[in-house]
C-alpha cells in the first residue's frame, strides 16, 4: 500500500505563491501518474492537475491553467504543485493522489491526507 504524504500548505494573501509537495512511499513511482485534487467547504472533491508516469504530459481543471504548474521528480518520489497567482476561491484542502498507471485516464487509487490552503487577506 502506497503511502501518499502532503506538504506546503498555509495561509497566503490573494496574489501570493504556495507550492505544495507529495512524497509517495515504494520504488514504482514512475510507473504512476499523479494527481492533485481539492475540496472547498460544503462543496465536492474536485480535480485540479495530473501528471502522466514520465511527467512528459501535463491536465489542468481551467480554473488553475496559466496559474498552477504540477511537476514531479521520480528521483524523489515526490510530485508537486506550484500555485501562484493565488485567489481566495482557491481556499481548500488540496489532496495529492496516485492512479492506477502510468496515464491519468483511470481513476486515482490511492490518496494522501490532504494539505490546507487558505487564501485570504
Known amino acids: 500500500q502506497v503511502q501518499l504524504v502532503e506538504s506546503g500548505g498555509g495561509l497566503v494573501q490573494p496574489g501570493g505563491s504556495l507550492r505544495l509537495s507529495c512524497a509517495a512511499s515504494?520504488?514504482?513511482?514512475?510507473?504512476?501518474?499523479m494527481g492533485w485534487f481539492r475540496q472547498a467547504p460544503g462543496k465536492e472533491r474536485e480535480f485540479v492537475a495530473a501528471?502522466?508516469?514520465?511527467?512528459?504530459?501535463?491536465y489542468y481543471v481551467d480554473s488553475v491553467k496559466g496559474r498552477f504548474t504540477i511537476s514531479r521528480d521520480n528521483a524523489k518520489n515526490t510530485v508537486y504543485l506550484q500555485m501562484n497567482s493565488l485567489k481566495p476561491e482557491d481556499t481548500a484542502v488540496y489532496y495529492c493522489?496516485?492512479?492506477?498507471?502510468?496515464?491519468?485516464?483511470?481513476?486515482?487509487?490511492?490518496w494522501g491526507q490532504g494539505t490546507q490552503v487558505t487564501v485570504r487577506s
Open positions: 493522489a496516485r492512479y492506477g498507471s502510468s496515464w491519468y485516464t483511470t481513476a486515482p487509487s490511492s
Open positions: 501528471i502522466s508516469g514520465s511527467g512528459g504530459s501535463t
Open positions: 515504494g520504488r514504482t513511482f514512475s510507473s504512476y501518474a
